[in-house]
């Protein structure tokens, strides 16, 4: 299938393993040339032939940090892809029924929620610059917190909210320059 991805550049983090490997993986039979993150790369992300760059996003600083080393490499991005994220849940997180403590809380929206807004924040000027897309890759949970810890849905659930308020945000952005631009163009 030809998704004309040929020559993009795309970011994918949490990119070593499972969804984010396979994201890499699809984007890389598309032709595109993908830069995985995440803390360490794996065989399978190696096989790929993707550039890897690691980085525990959790940190501080370090979304900021591994955008500025991807875009140093080449200074275009025409996708980010926020898959970092998940939790392994407990016996103890499941039984409660806060989905645990408040460090549980805290640590689950830090990978859940806080890494994408951080990684989109730091690779947002890059994409306007080339009217790229981000896609942050949520749960089902976020809409049925039912089968999971109700911190995660609950960090699934700000993440769709976030979505829908960036796209809100930037193609209001858009529209207010193309339309200002349009103008001046015309007079």
């Known amino acids: 299938m030809d998704l004309d991805l040929k020559g993009k550049r795309v970011l994918v983090t949490g990119a070593s393993k499972g969804i984010g490997l396979a994201i890499v993986t699809a984007f890389r039979a598309e032709g595109a040339d993908v830069v995985g993150v995440s803390r360490r790369s794996t065989p399978e992300l190696k096989a790929t032939g993707a550039t890897f760059v690691s980085g525990d996003l959790k940190s501080p600083g370090t979304p900021q940090r591994v955008v500025d080393e991807v875009l140093a490499l080449d200074p275009r991005l025409d996708v980010l892809v926020n898959n970092a994220g998940g939790g392994v849940p407990t016996e103890e ?12 809380w805290a640590d689950t929206f830090a990978l859940n929620l806080n890494v994408a807004v951080e990684t989109t924040r730091a690779a947002l000027p890059a994409l306007t610059r080339s ?21 995660y849905s609950a960090a699934k659930a700000a993440l769709n909210s976030f979505s829908r308020g960036l796209a809100e945000q930037v193609s209001a952005y858009f529209s207010e320059y193309s339309g200002k631009y349009r103008q001046t163009c015309t007079t």
């Open 93 to 104: 997180t499941l039984a409660d029924p806060f989905g645990g403590t408040a460090a549980v």
């Open 131 to 151: 009217r790229g897309a981000v896609v942050n890759i949520s749960s089902q949970n976020a809409r049925d917190p039912r089968r999971a810890p109700l911190s």
